[in-house]
């Protein structure tokens, strides 16, 4: 399974991140919850600072491009295999400097692909 972290998890059900977190979870993959706000996800607390987590797979990507740099250096500093751009975090600055470190991006939705069995 694909130890994935969701950054900019929430505890609010309304969520994208939120049900992927569950999703996740369900479909048995280790999930990390990173946001800005404490709370649980899926069982989980949600971290708020910037754990160094270690043989990360996934990162899928629920924060804007406009509040993505400040978490750039995180993200690319994690050696993830890949990053998901979920519908609405496209970047395309943020894909070249995770292609330049040899990280796969993919714009697409990680319910999609958990869905169709593609993640």
Wanted: aromatic fraction near 6%.
């Amino acid at each position: 399974m694909k130890k994935t972290l969701v950054l900019g998890a929430s505890d609010n059900p309304a969520r994208y991140s939120y049900r992927a977190a569950h999703m996740l979870k369900n479909h048995g993959h280790e999930v990390v919850p990173v946001g800005i706000r404490k709370g649980q996800v899926a069982g989980l607390d949600i971290h708020t600072d910037r754990p160094q987590e270690t043989d990360i797979d996934t990162v899928t990507l629920y924060v804007g491009p406009q509040n993505q740099p400040t978490w750039y250096d995180y993200i690319l500093d994690l050696q993830p295999k890949r990053i998901l751009f979920n519908p609405g975090t496209e970047n395309p600055e943020l894909e070249r400097l995770a292609q330049q470190r040899g990280i796969q991006t993919e714009e697409a939705c990680t319910l999609v692909l958990l869905s169709i069995g593609q993640y």
